[in-house]
């Protein structure tokens, strides 16, 4: 058998994708492993599993035999059930512009990769989701970060700084992943004012809209003259708690959509049908969000208050992260986060993880047990005691 | 009735033990609120005793309670705990039990209306394979209640660390 045809390893992969930094958590999945009694405030995904009636309705198709493919676009009830469900955002959209993917994760690849050419530049407001900035960059695209900090928000004056004509995209995720953070809609008009000013098409990733919960979430694609730049991401996963379904999708004007499908065709083919079949019934089970949403609210109530008594914290406005500074304990993100783990058996994220602006904060989701919790808490408070500056 | 106390009453129902100041903590309120809320819900026999079950026509959140009694056929794959388990997960059903005599199951259901419940009966219960028959009667008032799964066959398979 001939092995690698003479060619050396480091030339068998592509150069693009050698290039790509792997992902700062690695490192942190070893540590973990064979440690008892770990409390993970690590986790980006729902502690709830999926929520019963939904999980029958899948079993039930699956018993009828629904196991083909569907269309390249998805089940015509979701897509229609999506639209109209929408609204509830201030978007008017037409089934025809909902395309389901596999969760929001290849909606964001898709758009990219339909949008950017080598050299085109997409603006990337940091810290944020790990995503971004790998599939701009496999592209050949150029992806220049916003930093953020302290407040961790957007806003004009920010986005003008980049009025060079260069950029093409601006990535926008609210409530934000790992911060917490969400805009009012007038922050956002604003934010739209520079987007219309640097002629820039936005990609909204929205999949923490329901989990809002300081007013109301409202999609930038509502706002006047924004409904032909901005491309909507959301999906099921963290709402209606179906990580493992993979069921998300995308609201695109005309031109990126047709892009984006042809793509998807060739690529993903479409969204597993099992998925697709629970996404129809969790849009009838709007009352199992509103259920879980009021856990969380009071998951971020408690954490707001005890850990803000611990460490400087901005209080979410939505998701189930919560990203303290744990620069004035004198560690870096890193030591934090794998003192606490090996020194208290509490695993979070480092900061650094979402950009280097997210270096001095530490990313924990509260999405445990609310016990679970309040054990970790106390936890982190003895760690910050003990081994902290100060 | 406004919405502070309803969600007092909520964790109350849930912990009967939880502290004033957790659950000040959980709702973002001061203490003394908190403590404010709770005595006046005991003065109006809202609260009723500290494992904090509820009254909750007292506070004109009314539900609909009915007893489905249901007949089913069991194959070689699916025996009473398999059904029983299918049915029970559903959060609207409130307890099943497996009784004597001429029909299977006992379950009671929750719902906010008659409506509700019998639409619940006639889409979810009678719709799967094994159920044969079901018989539902509407509760005019509920004495005592349980309202918890007594099963667990779900764990956290989740990974450590999710970005």
């Known amino acids: ?390 | 009735m406004e919405s502070l106390e309803i969600e007092v009453l909520k964790l109350l129902e849930e912990n009967g033990r939880m502290s004033v100041e957790e659950m000040a903590e959980v709702l973002a309120l001061p203490t003394e609120r908190v403590e404010e809320i709770i005595r006046k819900l005991e003065e109006n026999g809202v609260i009723l005793k500290y494992k904090a079950i509820v009254d909750w026509e007292k506070v004109h959140e009314d539900f609909v309670y009915a007893l489905i009694n249901v007949k089913v056929s069991l194959t070689r794959e699916r025996g009473y705990d398999d059904i029983a388990k299918r049915i029970a997960k559903f959060p609207e059903v409130h307890a099943v039990r497996l009784v004597s005599g001429e029909y299977d199951f006992q379950v009671v259901i929750k719902g906010k209306s008659l409506k509700d419940v019998a639409f619940f009966v006639a889409e979810k219960i009678s719709t799967i394979p094994e159920v044969r028959d079901t018989f539902t009667h509407f509760v005019l008032r509920t004495y005592k209640e349980e309202g918890v799964n007594l099963f667990s066959d779900e764990e956290d398979r989740r990974l450590a660390f999710v970005p």
């Open chain 1, 1 to 390: 058998m001939k092995k690698t045809g003479g060619l050396r390893l480091s030339r068998r992969v592509a150069k693009r994708v050698e290039e790509i930094r792997p992902s700062g958590i690695r490192k942190f999945f070893d540590l973990v492993i064979g440690r008892e009694d770990v409390i993970s405030l690590g986790v980006g995904e729902p502690d709830f599993p999926v929520p019963w009636r939904i999980r029958e309705e899948m079993i039930y198709s699956l018993e009828k035999g629904y196991t083909s493919y569907t269309s390249n676009l998805g089940l015509p009830e979701l897509r229609e059930g999506i639209a109209e469900y929408y609204t509830r955002f201030g978007v008017k959209a037409l089934p025809e512009q909902v395309l389901i993917t596999s969760g929001v994760s290849e909606g964001v690849d898709l758009a990219i990769r339909t949008l950017i050419e080598p050299g085109d530049v997409a603006l990337i407001p940091e810290p944020c989701y790990v995503s971004y900035k790998p599939l701009v960059e496999i592209c050949g695209g150029e992806a220049v970060t916003i930093p953020t900090v302290p407040d961790f928000k957007l806003t004009y004056e920010r986005l003008m700084e980049y009025a060079d004509g260069k950029a093409k995209i601006l990535v926008l995720n609210y409530p934000a992943n790992p911060t917490g953070v969400s805009y009012s809609k007038k922050e956002l008009e604003e934010i739209a004012d520079a987007v219309n000013e640097l002629d820039l098409i936005v990609l909204s990733d929205e999949i923490y809209a329901e989990l809002t919960y300081t007013g109301r979430h409202v999609s930038i694609a509502s706002l006047n003259g924004m409904e032909d730049r901005v491309v909507i991401f959301n999906g099921f996963s963290k709402a209606f708690a179906m990580t493992g379904m993979r069921v998300g999708y995308v609201i695109a004007p005309p031109d990126i959509f047709a892009g984006m499908l042809k793509i998807h065709q060739y690529c993903m083919l479409c969204a597993p049908i099992t998925g697709q079949i629970g996404a129809i019934e969790a849009l009838r089970s709007l009352d199992e969000v509103d259920r879980m949403r009021a856990e969380y609210m009071r998951r971020r109530n408690f954490v707001a208050k005890k850990l803000g008594e611990i460490l400087e914290l901005k209080r979410p406005d939505g998701t189930f992260y919560a990203f303290p500074k744990i620069s004035s304990t004198g560690m870096s993100s890193e030591e934090f986060a794998e003192g606490l783990l090996m020194k208290k058996n509490v695993a979070v994220v480092p900061g650094n993880a979402f950009g280097e602006c997210g270096e001095g904060y530490v990313r924990l989701a509260f999405a445990v047990k609310f016990d679970k919790l309040k054990e970790a808490i106390e936890r982190i408070k003895e760690f910050v005691e003990e081994y902290g500056e100060g």
